[in-house]
């Protein structure tokens, strides 16, 4: 698995940290720079901790992108027992039946953490979503 499997990934992480960061006010480099930091003090301590909203919605989409992820592991996993819970689900479907208890019942399983999550961190892509697609 190289970098080009994870290219959406990439696309959307540089297209909102670069709206992200064109939000930040070049005085408060400036300032810094005023006061004696580096250029490296002034990332860590003033540019970073701007950051952080933005790189916490990358992480969260690309967490949620990576579990829905079906097409790459079911290419790539020869063994079954390496499956992904998605494609443990779509073992369950046969050609001449179909158990739709066991079925019904794994999908609740396989979507239940995913939206635990992102009920808990909501509030974190909604903001670091509009904050981050802004044109400048």
Known sequence: MGIFDKLPLLSIAIFLCHGFVKTIPKELEESAKIDGAGEIK???????????PILVTIAILNILWLWNDFLLPLLMLTDVRNYTLILSVNM???????????IL??????????VIFYAFFQKYILAGIAEGAVKG
Do not use: R
């Open 105 to 114: 019942a794994s999908l609740i399983m396989t979507t239940v953490p995913i």
């Open 92 to 102: 369950l479907f046969g050609e001449y039946n179909n158990d739709w208890p066991k």
């Open 42 to 52: 002034t990332f860590i301590k003033i540019i970073f901790p701007l950051l952080l």
